[in-house]
């Protein structure tokens, strides 16, 4: 999954936090994660690894805190 550029998870019921298989994803630049359960924060690897998103879709799920840079 390193070579994936596109994910799109958006309206699965998914829930806990965000997996962190997902640090090895390094050239994606689309994200979806939108409408789900997830909860707690952003990791910090998330702004480390994720430099090449352009399109980061978060919302109707249960973040809290600061986005990393």
């Known amino acids: 999954l390193t070579s994936l550029v596109s994910l799109h998870l958006h309206k699965n019921i998914f829930s ?10 390094t ?18 690897w998330f ?3 994720f430099s090449r998103v ?4 978060l919302r109707s799920n249960q973040f809290r805190g600061l986005l990393p840079t």
């Open 27 to 44: 050239a994606l630049m689309i994200l979806d994660v939108g409408e789900n359960e997830f909860v707690g924060n952003i990791s910090t």
């Open 16 to 25: 806990r936090t965000i997996p962190i298989s997902l640090k090895n994803c």
């Open 54 to 57: 352009v399109v980061l879709i």
């Open 47 to 49: 702004g480390e690894r």
